[in-house]
Nanobody
Framework: QVQLVESGGGLVQAGGSLRLSCADS????????MAWFRQAPGKEREFVAA????????DYANFAKGRFTISRDNAKNTVALQMNNLKPEDAAVYYC???????????????WGQGTQVTVSS
């Protein structure tokens, strides 16, 4: 069983940075691809970034490349998303997700966190 809890969201000015964290209290964390998705009001949930089980492979949405970095620590059962140079259009609820695919569709996600709000002021 995987139970994901996100933290680290908040309000930041455009150009600023935030670090999101996701912790899993289960025992099978290291077997999953971990990903971040986001959903803005009125929009569909979209893929942000993913990292494979040992951290050696990552994938990013085009809007995240060069600004966001995903990482994981299997010893601590955590995955993080470092977000730099944030833009107002990055504002959304960010969700941690566990999947078996490196770039999962939302329907392919096995477990979701509850989400954490990111607000970016211009």
């Amino acid at each position: 069983q995987v139970q994901l809890v996100e933290s680290g969201g908040g309000l930041v000015q455009a150009g600023g940075s935030l670090r999101l964290s996701c912790a899993d209290s289960g025992r099978t964390f290291s077997t999953y691809v971990m990903a971040w998705f986001r959903q803005a009001p009125g929009k569909e949930r979209e893929f942000v970034a993913a990292i494979n089980w040992n951290g050696e492979a990552t994938d990013y949405a085009n809007f995240a490349k060069g600004r966001f970095t995903i990482s994981r620590d299997n010893a601590k059962n955590t995955v993080a998303l470092q977000m730099n140079n944030l833009k107002p259009e990055d504002a959304a609820v960010y969700y941690c997700a566990a999947s078996l695919r490196i770039r999962p569709m939302p329907r392919e996600v096995h477990y979701w966190g509850q989400g954490t709000q990111v607000t970016v002021s211009s």
